[in-house]
């Protein structure tokens, strides 16, 4: 089983990062192999918005994308990391997000499947907010959804996160409990029904119609990639 973290923080010692890491630490100590991201390490340009993607199946930006989302394709489950600013996750971790782009909410190509759980601190309020966030982007998958292990959001309040040794408790035992959802296939029935219901009905019909009207063109790398996994 492999459990990849995803922090987006500038900080790699900040209060988001080390609560990552206690996350993902649980996970490793729960039996699985882990590996850390730090975003700002890495090399992730701005979405352009060319839908380049839609057409090819990989973004043609130059940078280190293409080569993370291949360890998420390969992950069981991921662990978001990201700070609170202005009651919403930082640039950097939606910058990323925007990265995968309609293609992947097409597709469910790197986040099908997966299970994820999404951590964040707030200097005052906002982090439960950005917790729900993180997950949505696994969990709402339209055309093969995710799972949600749950979120922690941990509001500071002038303290730092060495100073509340209860919230790094609790991010251990959420990385235990990501891997114990992977290894018993917790299918969470109730989580997102309405909207996957919504989904199922309304709009996964119409977007297959636009696939496969344009699947030599426009569409024809979201339409390989749901082909290839049997999903069209």
């Not at 290894?183 to 119409?206: A, D, E, F, I």
Request: aromatic residues 10%; charged residues 25%.
């Amino acid at each position: 089983m492999k459990i990849i973290g995803i922090i987006s923080s500038d900080n790699p010692q900040g209060n988001s990062a080390t609560l990552t890491e206690e996350a993902v630490y649980g996970a490793q100590e729960a039996g699985a192999d882990v590996e850390l991201v730090y975003l700002a390490k890495q090399d992730i340009k701005f979405c352009t918005g060319c839908l380049k993607c839609m057409e090819k199946g990989y973004c043609i930006l130059k940078d280190d994308f293409e080569d993370l989302r291949s360890k998420i394709r390969e992950a069981d489950g991921i662990v978001w990391g990201a700070p609170t600013f202005c009651a919403s996750m930082n640039a950097r971790m939606k910058n990323f997000f925007d990265r995968f782009g309609l293609f992947e909410r097409m597709t469910s190509d790197a986040f099908g499947g997966k299970y994820n759980v999404g951590i964040s601190t707030a200097a005052s309020w906002g982090a439960a907010a950005t917790t729900k966030s993180l997950v949505s982007f696994v969990s709402s998958s339209l055309f093969m959804r995710g799972y949600s292990s749950g979120t922690l959001g941990v509001h500071l309040n002038g303290k730092s996160i060495h100073e509340l040794p209860e919230a790094a408790k609790k991010a251990k035992e959420l990385g235990h409990k990501l891997v114990n959802d992977i290894k018993n296939q917790n299918k969470y029935p109730t989580q997102n029904w309405l909207s996957r219901k919504l989904n199922g009905l309304l709009m996964k019909p119409q977007f297959i119609k636009v696939i496969k009207l344009k699947k030599e063109s426009d569409t024809k790398g979201v339409y390989q990639s749901l082909a290839q996994r049997s999903l069209i």
